[in-house]
Structures are given as C-alpha cells and as structure tokens.
C-alpha cells in the first residue's frame, strides 16, 4: 500500500467550475500537508501548506484536511485554463522529506 | 531574487557514463533535497543535505548515487555508470534554516535520458 494515495486522473472540467482534487494517507503520523502545483517539463511550484484539521483558503484555491479520516483536499473555485496542471499532494512528518501522491492531472477546457 | 537553480536543464548519457546535476538553492537557503519523478509517478525523495553534512539518504540507491553539498558551490548529485533505468526528471528542492518543514522551493530539474 502506498503512503499517499491519490487518483491521477487526467479530470477535465469546464471553465469556470469547482474543482475538488483528494488524496488519501495511511500513516496517522503525518502531520504537515501541502499542495503542489506542476505544468508540463516544469518544476512543482508550492500552492498550499496546512497542519491542523480544518480549511484553509488562499484566493481561488482551499486546501482541507481531515485527520481522522486521513483526507486531505484541494479546491479550486471559479477554474481558469491556467490551472491546468498537474496537481501532487504532499506530506511529512515534521521532519524535511516529504512523501508525495502521484499526481492528479487537471484540464480546464474553456 | 533568483529561485533555485538546476542545471543542466537536460542531460543525455550513454550506458556506463557518469552524470552530474548541479542545484544552486535560493539565496539564504542552506537545506538542500533532490527528489527524481518517473514517467507517470510522483516525486520520489532520494536525499536531504545541509552544507557539508548528508542529513538523510533513506532514499538513495545503495549503488552508483552520490551527493554532496560543499561548503562553496552548489550541490551536486552524481550518478555512475548510468543505465536506462536511470532516466527521470531530477529535482532539486531548497529550504530556509528552521523552516525546513513547510516550505521547499524546487528548482526547474535536470532531465537526464540514458541512451
């Protein structure tokens, strides 16, 4: 089983709708999550960072986190052509390595 | 304020060669990690360093990988004769001393192919 589990899509959508990306984890010990943000032959550009449980809302985007359920989500409101990416899930423990999802690859058709 | 630097950018080897990237992490940034990403696959972490010391190298392949982090200069990931399996997007990651938990700044990456 991987640590961090996550649907790679590809999830197209509409301009202009909510996107809802998720990832799952397995070790309970996770304790820092982050979203990144990839396009194409580009290096992951850090979106979101949370620790606790409970939302946190940066513009467009809010980045969720249920511990006890060991979910973490990203949503996009309002979805524009540029936020077609590919979006990775990340954790750690507290410490610096941080274990990534697979990635979930977002289309935004206008 | 230049983010973190990789380079090369792309990197072509035969089977047996030697391959070196290069990360010159954001100034101010003395916590350095290279992370590889397969095609179709998240990043994988490979090994943490901070100047002069290897803090972690869990995910480093027993054989041929290397890395360093001298005290001038960028940090260098090594791989001996590579082999076909080694092909991958190498990134490099930087973080600020004590903040190391939150926020890692990745570089563009090395692509290397192994032919």
């Known amino acids: 089983q991987k640590e961090v589990e996550q649907d790679p899509g590809p999830l197209s959508v509409p301009e202009g709708a909510i996107v809802s990306l998720n990832c799952t984890y397995s070790?309970?010990?996770?304790?820092?999550f982050m979203w990144y943000r990839q396009y194409s032959r580009k290096g992951p550009e850090l979106l979101m960072y949370?620790?606790?449980?409970g939302n946190k809302e940066d513009g467009r985007f809010t980045a969720q986190v249920d511990k006890s359920s060991k979910y973490i989500s990203l949503f996009i409101r309002d979805s524009q052509p540029s936020d077609s990416a590919t979006y990775l899930c990340a954790t750690n423990f507290g410490n610096e390595k941080l274990t990534f999802g697979t990635g979930t690859r977002l289309t935004i058709i206008p | 304020n230049a983010g973190v630097m990789q380079n090369p950018r792309h990197l072509v080897r035969r089977r047996g060669q030697e391959a070196r990237l290069r990360c010159s992490p954001m100034?101010?940034?003395?916590?350095v990690y290279w992370y590889r990403q397969l095609p179709e696959e998240g990043l994988k972490f490979m090994v943490y360093?901070?100047?002069?010391?290897?803090?972690?190298e869990s995910g480093m392949p027993k054989e041929r990988f290397s890395a360093e982090f001298p005290k001038e200069g960028p940090s260098i990931l090594r791989i001996q004769q590579v082999v076909r399996g080694d092909s991958a997007a190498y990134f490099c990651?930087?973080?600020?001393?004590?903040?190391?938990?939150?926020?890692?700044?990745f570089g563009p990456g090395t692509r290397l192919t192994v032919l």
């Open positions: 990651a930087s973080s600020p001393p004590g903040q190391s938990t939150d926020t890692q700044y």
């Open positions: 100034k101010g940034h003395s916590h």
């Open positions: 949370t620790y606790s449980s």
């Open positions: 360093l901070q100047k002069e010391n290897i803090i972690d």
């Open positions: 070790n309970s010990a996770f304790q820092y």
